[in-house]
């Protein structure tokens, strides 16, 4: 059997593609839910780090840096076994939903860190012209830098969705099956005794997905510098 | 009009400003000189509170916009009450007079050395963003008042671009009209000309000497020595944090009392 007649027997049959399709949904699901879960998540946590000293502040403040150090400081998988065995081990709670909870609480603090670095890079000057005209620090933050701190923040999002949507094939190790266990699946001594071909297609998915994605970051990228120059 | 007393401001180790005060009354036009370091941008910063003081106390007409400092008012603090007596007073004497910054500084239009126009908006987004966002005008009065304010500067068919495309003068006048379009009682011009080419300069020293024909109380931070003494009613000289001298133009310039004063005009002009 050589690769390409491989290649047309995953896709001819329906028990192969029926797995490929399911994990294929999963690692879709995971990956955009935890994006949307971890973005949200993520520009809380930098506002919140970028609010000025308060005493009012100084908790949330003290909780979202430790949340970004553990976060950042262990690995993934860890975190996953975690969420599954010890915060979400109840009967019955289905794991892509933990999974999700797992892989955008992880995301979060990456994207604080990226949107805070956005912040950060927005010239002081223009809050102080905003200030000095006597809008209110929150006022100034909306109108003023958060559109300018947004077009510097894209490109380091687009990286974080990329990576994320990849590091989900690890939720494998806790039995779902999303688009490489469904691959490890098929590839199996009782299925097709052969791991190149849904190894490849699997490559293949997760490439259309990511370039996909990269188009899409591209175009945004390029309404958002319209206005700077005209 | 303004009235700083007694103001210190460090930074981290350094102190900046060492006891500051001085009165700016209404319609005067007053230009800080100085070295480079004396404190004369920081001196302009803290009377709108982007630099906030460590000691002394800031009034712009009858309200305090700085903390209260106990030590300038011995007459409302018993000197055997403890720290938390003191604060006890300086609170109530903060409730009595103390404003909202972000009120105080609608009265007061401040001009940067980088022009710090909003990037992200059009010409007439910047001069009308603060009066609607605030309440003061409506949509369509704003819109009124920044193309009167253009049309003064004649830049009124820059009227929807962005700021990144307009030459240096063009930025820094449309950053005193949009000032303006706040209806300011005072304005405060920290080194509006340190930024621009040579030839530049003059377009917008002469906006603002109209607008110190028009009887606008002005405070200028500035490094023109012909410019400040066309315009000033009154130059301050600050040397390592201090005010050193004070006077008319002709005074400081003609007369200098004070020797760094002297070493000081004897190098710039």
Known sequence: MNFFEGVSTLFSSEKYMDLLIEGFKNTFIISMAATVFGLILGTIVALINLAPNSPLMWVPKAISKVYITVIRGTPMALQLFIMIFVVFAIRGFPPVVTAIIAFGINSGAYV???????ILSVDIGQTEAGRALGLSNGTTMMKIVIPQAIKNVIPAIGNEVIALIKET?????????????????????????????????????????????????????????ASDKR | MINVKNVTKNFQS?????????TIKKGERVVILGPSGSGKSTLLRCMNLLETPNSGEIWIGDDLITSMDPALHPDLIDKKAGKSAVRRVAKAYEAEHKTDINLARRQMGMVFQHFNLFNNLTVLQNMTLAPIQLKLKTKEEAEKTAMELLERIDLLDKINVYPSTLSGGQKQRVAIVRALAMNPKVMLFDEPTSAL???????????IKQLADEGMTMV??????????????????????????????????DHPQCPRLQEFLSKVI
């Open chain 2, 220 to 253: 200028i931070v500035t490094h023109e020595m012909g410019f400040a003494r066309e315009v000033a009613s009154r130059v301050l000289f600050m040397d390592g944090g201090k005010i050193m001298e004070q006077g008319t133009p002709e005074e400081v310039f």
């Open chain 1, 112 to 118: 604080a860190e990226n949107i805070r670095a956005g």
């Open chain 2, 14 to 22: 350094v102190q900046v400003l060492k006891g500051v005060s001085c």
């Open chain 1, 169 to 225: 094939s690890i939720v494998g190790m806790i039995s779902i099956t999303d688009l490489t266990q469904s691959a490890k699946i098929i590839g199996a001594g009782n299925n097709m005794a052969s791991y190149l071909i849904p190894m490849s297609v699997a490559a293949l998915f997760y490439l259309a997905i990511v370039y996909a994605l990269t188009l899409v970051i591209k175009v945004i990228e390029r309404r958002l510098r």
């Open chain 2, 197 to 207: 080419d040579p030839e530049m300069v003059g377009e917008v020293l002469d906006l």
